[in-house]
């Protein structure tokens, strides 16, 4: 399937770095005479071969200097390269840099118009698409200012939107994406994610590997002007991580395990520990509901008893036995009623005010209980409330 | 071929823009803007009419008229050359980010300059009605030098172009240049008034005072002198044509020197 939009080939590119640089006549004139025009030559990039289908987008991976602007310029076709062939079907749209390409006296308009021939597009195309570009630049009046009055982010969202607008079949994205604020970044990610679904061809330069990780299906790997990977992006990135970091691929992926599973094991105590503060939270409301349920009906003796056990709060579990003992209640029914509780249910009238009865101890226990969960760290402050 | 041409089909609109640009932003600081274009001309040619006039002794009827003539078409070529040199220097940030065919650059600066070269030629038509020059039939001549005129300011301004980026010093010796093309173009003098003897033929070694010569002919009413057309015909074509060849040929370097 011959769907390749861009095709590389053994594609070299050199520049002469010279020892001093010559930019005048007469010492290009004595130099050539005395023999000292000496070339040093430097390749930038050696023999880098690669094709890109339509709808790709193919991340460039590689450390500084390692001939990455250097490729998306001669693919862009601003630099001819030395040697190889560079095949290209489709209308580039190189971003090589926000904003570059204005003319700073004149108006955002009129620089809009003059982007778009720039970048080949004829008048009336421009035309159509110019209230969609003033709108994505959220510029709207400052469209009429001269562009050297504009802020650095101002420029950027306008040579972003006309870059973006105007329907390229292939982009080339360098670092441009991480310039401007979160807000501008996160609205030029949404666009071109936008863009892939209409099968625009991307090339992607970025430093971080997760945005190429999130925006990109394959990727390539540049190192000193050489292609040293080409394929999908997991692939290629996990290689470049291993450069980064200078780890060989076994330790990389015990590292890269390891961190998965400290992150997970962190997010799993952060959840359990969630889930039981909501736990208790919930046990501390439904006791406050049926205390508040049982308070009321509490005789004089038994408040009497109540006021007795909170005033000692240190010989509690004793008072609560005394008052247990103090309540006039048949110490058998208790026993009993337990039992015919559990069998008939709690419909029997006989079997409600012995419930009742039932009840008011334990009432009173998770009253205590209840101070404790409330204040569970301050005993002092629970007696002072008291007392 | 075909691909040169369907390029500049493709970039038609890009030249437009940039013409356009030139010449809005050329005046749109200054406060009487366009109206410099022919402020320009009478001042100069008022001043030089009153000196040379006065100098030569030559009490000529029709001689602002004669000046304008050449003073006009100076003015030009030297600012297309001079703007058309600097083309791709001050245009390099977009060169280095978007490819654009290079040629529109100098093209661009000269074409400006072209427009607004005609546009002073207003001067020169109401000169002539002041000073009672008569338009005869020879007027249609005119055509031919202005097209001569515009085709040697494109060839050279494109070889002063390719040189400019690999020597930034050219500026300065392509003043000097103009300097002397100034002086030998018989702008304020006649070439007849001076004694040159043998020496005759050194001015037909200027294209410019060539094109000036039948350009003067065409106003005046006199046919055209066509040893002259012939001879500018070589300069300008033959100078058109060595400016695209070195411009092609260097044109893929000019990003590394800029």
Redesign the interface.
């Known amino acids: 399937m011959d769907n390749k939009v861009i095709k590389i080939e053994h594609v070299g590119m050199r520049f002469n770095l010279m020892e001093k640089k010559v930019d005048n006549l007469k010492e290009y004139f004595i130099k050539l005479m005395k023999h000292e025009l000496r070339y040093q030559e430097f390749w930038a990039l050696k023999d880098v071969s690669f094709s890109v289908n339509k709808g790709d987008r193919v991340g460039i991976l590689g450390l500084n200097g390692a001939g990455k602007s250097t490729l998306l310029k001669v693919i862009a076709g601003v630099l001819k390269a030395t040697e190889g062939k560079v095949s290209i079907k489709g209308k580039i749209v190189p971003l090589l840099e926000l904003g570059a390409g204005f003319d700073p006296q004149y108006t955002g308009a009129e620089n809009i118009y003059l982007y778009g021939a720039m970048l080949g597009y004829p008048k009336e195309f421009i035309k159509d698409k110019y209230d969609e570009i003033v709108e994505f630049s959220e510029l709207e009046d400052f469209i009429n200012v001269p562009v050297k009055n504009y802020s650095s982010g101002m420029k950027a969202r306008l040579g972003f939107s006309i870059a973006t607008i105007v329907e390229p079949e292939i982009l080339i994205l360098d670092e441009v994406l991480s310039v401007g604020d979160a807000r501008f970044r996160k609205k030029s990610e949404a666009k071109v994610k936008g863009m892939f679904d209409d099968g625009v061809t991307v090339l992607f330069v970025s430093h971080s590997i997760d945005q190429v990780k999130r925006m990109c299906n394959k990727a390539i790997l540049l190192e000193h002007g050489q292609l040293i990977a080409e394929g999908d992006v997991k692939d290629v990135s996990f290689i470049y991580e291993q450069k980064v970091t200078g780890l060989d691929a076994e330790t990389l992926r015990k590292k890269k395990r390891k961190a998965k599973k400290d992150k997970e094991k962190k997010a799993k105590a952060k959840r359990e520990k969630a889930e039981r503060m909501l736990a208790e939270k919930e046990q501390a409301e439904k006791s406050l509901i049926e205390n508040e349920f049982v308070e009321k009906p509490l005789a004089d003796n038994e408040l009497f008893e109540k006021e007795q056990a909170n005033t000692s709060p240190i010989n509690n579990e004793s008072s609560e036995k005394e008052q247990i003992e103090k309540l006039p209640v048949d110490k058998e029914l208790p026993e009993t009623e337990v039992n015919t509780e559990e069998r008939s249910g709690i419909n029997s009238p006989i079997s409600e005010t012995t419930i009742q009865d039932l009840m008011k101890p334990a009432a009173v226990e998770t009253n205590v209980k209840d101070a404790d969960i409330k204040t569970p760290i301050t005993e002092n402050t629970e007696s002072e409330n008291i007392g | 071929m075909n691909k040169v041409t369907k390029n500049f089909k493709?970039?038609r609109?890009?030249l437009?823009?940039?013409v356009k640009?030139d010449i809005?932003?050329k005046y749109?600081?200054s406060y009487l803007g366009i109206l410099w274009t022919l402020i320009e001309p009478i001042l100069t040619t008022f001043v030089l009419t009153l000196i040379f006039s006065k100098l030569l002794g030559r009490a000529e009827k029709a001689f602002p008229v004669y000046i304008l003539t050449g003073r006009l078409l100076y003015t030009f070529f030297a600012n297309s050359t001079k703007s058309a040199m600097k083309s791709i220097r001050s245009n390099s940030?977009?060169?280095?980010?978007?490819?654009?065919p290079k040629y529109i650059y100098p093209f661009s600066t000269i074409l400006s300059n072209y427009i607004i070269f005609l546009i002073s030629l207003i001067v020169l038509f109401f000169a002539s009605i002041v000073f009672k020059i008569i338009p005869t039939f020879y007027l249609v001549q005119i055509i031919i030098p202005l097209v001569l005129l515009l085709v040697l300011s494109l060839g050279c301004g494109m070889i002063l172009a390719t040189m400019a980026v690999?020597?930034?010093?050219?500026e300065y010796?392509w003043s000097v240049v103009l300097m002397l093309v100034m002086y030998t173009s018989s702008i304020f003098y006649h070439v007849e008034d001076l004694d040159m003897g043998d020496m005759a033929w050194v001015f037909n070694l200027n294209p410019l005072y060539l094109i000036i010569v039948n350009f003067r002919n065409a106003v005046f009413g006199r046919p055209m002198d066509n040893s002259a057309l012939l001879l500018s015909i070589i300069y300008s074509f033959g100078s058109l044509a060595i400016g695209l060849f070195i411009f092609y040929k260097k044109q893929?370097k000019f990003?590394?020197?800029i």
């Open positions: 493709k970039y609109f890009l437009g823009e940039l640009k809005k932003l749109r600081s940030a977009m060169i280095k980010k978007v490819y654009v690999f020597f930034r010093d050219l010796l893929d990003i590394l020197n």
